[in-house]
């Protein structure tokens, strides 16, 4: 394999020639994991206890907490956890996440599914960390040393003999891991503002669309209507799957939710059949397992039978439509395979605006608000793409940092 100028080949790929490629049990001191039996010991309070799903993407997440009280001697003392650990899972769905210990906990102890590296050089923890963790280059080796295996799982000797490619002075490892970790706070902040904005859309939803709060200027009435009263309802019908196609003939084909992409309809499957036709324009929702859930459509479709169209003249009902999902679960029926019927469908009561111009500002409201969640969602994929991009120059050291 050729190998560009001032690098060289080693076990974990190229890398610069003054880097060097060293086992993890080179660089720690202490290497253990969890044992079984600590169900014996959990508690409502006491010591933090660590176990796989704790360990998240180079990090520790707390979302879902489980206390012990510890046992006293040589287990609890190999197993309790210190600042600047190493935590790998092992076992499980999740083998290969990575999170180094930042937190000084006053006392936390690991399951049987983690294992813990004590590294000799503490200050090396975070380079270390985010070279094996997930799509980095080091965590290759992990998927490695689990091929041939009818469970997952890695064990302390997998653990010990992970490459490290190392650049030479702990000042650039910690500039590598500092520049990544800055990517990670501004994901991270993306994410929380996500969260923010989806919990606020919520809110109003809850207050503009039972009429609990009203948009200045409007004051008129609001009536409960049934679905097939204000709107045009199409209930789909599958054509023949010989007449289906990938090349492009026909209408696309919309029979269920394989074909809706973050609430829109997407181009996967034709059809030169028509059967029932849904309009560029027109809410989309499904009315097979599961029912209810709302898209709409750009183009011109063909409605299977696992979908129906409906037809309102501005995006009022839409958005009352996604607010009234989770309310679908009283209407469908079926004890192995729910749907809904066209009388169902017809039979919805909605809370509607008798002014137009009312719902037409109160979706207003929702669009914008819609928009802006989709380009924060589009800036935090880029973010995620530029932090893989990042990774795999920096911890190679195609990108040397000055």
């Given at each position: 394999?050729?190998?560009?100028?001032?690098y060289?080949?080693?076990?974990?790929?190229?890398?610069p020639?003054?880097?060097?490629?060293?086992?993890l049990?080179g660089l720690?001191?202490?290497?253990t994991?969890?044992?079984?039996?600590w169900a014996?010991?959990?508690?409502?309070r006491?010591a933090?206890f660590?176990?796989?799903?704790?360990?998240?993407?180079g990090?520790?997440?707390f979302e879902?907490?489980?206390?012990?009280?510890?046992p006293?001697g040589?287990?609890g003392?190999?197993t309790?956890?210190?600042p600047?650990?190493?935590?790998?899972t092992?076992?499980?769905?999740?083998v290969?996440?990575?999170a180094?210990v930042?937190?000084?906990f006053?006392?936390?102890?690991?399951?049987?599914?983690?294992?813990?590296?004590r590294?000799?050089?503490p200050?090396?923890?975070?380079?270390?960390?985010?070279f094996l963790?997930p799509n980095s280059p080091g965590n290759?080796?992990?998927?490695?040393?689990q091929?041939?295996?009818?469970?997952p799982g890695?064990?302390l000797r997998n653990?010990k003999d992970?490459?490290?490619?190392?650049?030479?002075?702990l000042h650039?490892?910690?500039a590598i891991a500092?520049?990544?970790?800055?990517?990670?706070?501004?994901?991270d902040?993306?994410?929380?503002l996500i969260?923010k904005?989806r919990?606020?859309?919520?809110?109003?939803?809850q207050?503009?669309?039972?009429?609990q709060t009203?948009?200045?200027?409007?004051?008129g009435?609001w009536?409960?209507?049934r679905?097939?009263d204000?709107?045009?309802?199409?209930?789909?019908q599958?054509?023949s799957s010989s007449?289906?196609?990938s090349i492009?003939?026909g209408?696309?084909l919309?029979q269920?939710?394989a074909?809706?992409l973050?609430?829109?309809?997407?181009?996967?499957?034709?059809?030169?059949?028509?059967t029932?036709?849904g309009?560029?324009g027109?809410?989309?929702?499904s009315?097979?397992?599961p029912?209810?859930?709302i898209?709409r459509?750009?183009f011109?479709v063909?409605l299977?039978?696992g979908?129906?169209?409906i037809?309102?003249p501005?995006?009022f009902?839409?958005?009352?439509l996604?607010f009234?999902?989770?309310?679908?679960t009283?209407?469908?029926?079926g004890?192995?395979?729910?749907?809904?019927n066209s009388p169902?469908?017809?039979a919805?009561?909605?809370?509607?605006p008798v002014?137009?111009a009312?719902?037409?500002?109160i979706?207003t409201i929702?669009?914008d608000?819609?928009?802006e969640?989709?380009a924060?969602?589009?800036r935090?994929?880029?973010?995620r793409a530029?932090?893989?991009a990042?990774?795999q120059?920096?911890l190679?050291?195609?990108?040397?940092l000055?």
């Amino acid at each position: 394999m050729e190998v560009m100028e001032g690098y060289k080949q080693t076990e974990v790929g190229g890398i610069p020639k003054d880097w060097d490629v060293v086992p993890l049990d080179g660089l720690s001191d202490f290497v253990t994991s969890g044992s079984r039996g600590w169900a014996q010991f959990y508690s409502k309070r006491g010591a933090l206890f660590i176990r796989s799903q704790n360990v998240r993407d180079g990090r520790l997440s707390f979302e879902d907490l489980q206390y012990v009280s510890p046992p006293s001697g040589a287990e609890g003392n190999r197993t309790k956890v210190r600042p600047n650990d190493l935590l790998i899972t092992i076992t499980g769905n999740s083998v290969g996440n990575v999170a180094l210990v930042e937190e000084a906990f006053e006392e936390a102890y690991i399951s049987q599914h983690v294992g813990l590296v004590r590294l000799k050089e503490p200050a090396r923890g975070s380079y270390i960390c985010r070279f094996l963790s997930p799509n980095s280059p080091g965590n290759q080796q992990i998927a490695g040393s689990q091929s041939g295996q009818s469970k997952p799982g890695l064990n302390l000797r997998n653990l010990k003999d992970f490459l490290i490619a190392l650049p030479p002075s702990l000042h650039e490892q910690r500039a590598i891991a500092t520049a990544l970790s800055d990517v990670d706070a501004l994901i991270d902040g993306l994410t929380r503002l996500i969260a923010k904005k989806r919990d606020l859309k919520q809110a109003s939803m809850q207050q503009l669309l039972t009429g609990q709060t009203r948009l200045p200027g409007f004051s008129g009435a609001w009536e409960t209507k049934r679905l097939g009263d204000v709107a045009e309802i199409v209930m789909g019908q599958s054509p023949s799957s010989s007449n289906y196609n990938s090349i492009g003939k026909g209408l696309p084909l919309i029979q269920g939710n394989a074909d809706i992409l973050n609430r829109w309809a997407i181009k996967r499957t034709y059809t030169t059949q028509s059967t029932k036709r849904g309009k560029a324009g027109d809410i989309l929702m499904s009315v097979r397992a599961p029912v209810g859930e709302i898209s709409r459509t750009t183009f011109d479709v063909c409605l299977g039978r696992g979908v129906c169209a409906i037809r309102f003249p501005n995006a009022f009902l839409y958005h009352s439509l996604v607010f009234f999902e989770p309310n679908w679960t009283k209407h469908s029926k079926g004890s192995t395979f729910d749907s809904v019927n066209s009388p169902d469908v017809n039979a919805v009561e909605i809370y509607i605006p008798v002014e137009e111009a009312e719902q037409v500002a109160i979706a207003t409201i929702f669009s914008d608000m819609d928009a802006e969640l989709a380009a924060l969602d589009a800036r935090l994929t880029k973010t995620r793409a530029l932090k893989q991009a990042m990774m795999q120059e920096l911890l190679t050291g195609k990108t040397r940092l000055v």
